[in-house]
């Protein structure tokens, strides 16, 4: 088994996720951009598996995040799933952010999930199986966020031209859109979402779901 890659793997859905595959028996690559972060999350999850890889890697990095990749393959082989779970989150109100500042949070909301897609999926697409989770959110765009919603919707349509352009060869392309605050505990507890992923990845491929709304 070739096991899961986080991407993104922060305290609340990050972690959540690689827990949940972790429990299900699978290798687990863990990578975030901070090493006080891994390791948080990777002493989260160590009870529950003997194979686990943190890595440190900026998602808007491009080299930093195929290396990454790269070194989970070689750990484990080609991933069976891959979640993108990074995002930037902040606060924005229309021409409120400059250019620069838009195209800092595009690179991490958008462009990493296609880095990462464009050097993993051919593999997959070779051997016929594989999926590629991405946490989607903003499920209607909102004023006061404009880059978050604009990034939200950019992977929703990112999300569909991978479906078209592998989804034949057998990987399964989906995102979990996130509708709220998550918080332990509340409607949006990042264990629950977390179960969402778990069963996309294990759905027979003729009843594959591409968005799940929680």
Known sequence: ??????????AGIGRAVAERFAGGGMPVTVVARTRATLDAVAGAIASDTRDLLAL???VADEDGLR?????ATARFGVPDVVVYNAALVRPDA?????AAG??????????GALTAAAHVLPAMATRG??????????????????SLSLGKA???ALAAMLHERYGPSGVHVATVTVAGPVAPGGPWDPDEVAEHYWRLHHQPREVWTHDVVH
């Open 94 to 98: 229309p021409g409120e952010l400059a």
């Open 1 to 10: 088994m070739a096991g899961a890659v986080v991407l993104g793997a922060g």
């Open 154 to 156: 950019g992977v929703r």
């Open 56 to 58: 440190t890697a900026d």
């Open 129 to 146: 199986s594989g999926t590629f989770l991405i946490t989607g959110g903003m499920p209607e765009p909102k004023a006061g966020y404009v």
């Open 102 to 111: 838009q195209l800092e949070a595009w690179s991490v909301n958008v462009l």
């Open 67 to 71: 290396a990454a990749l790269d070194a």
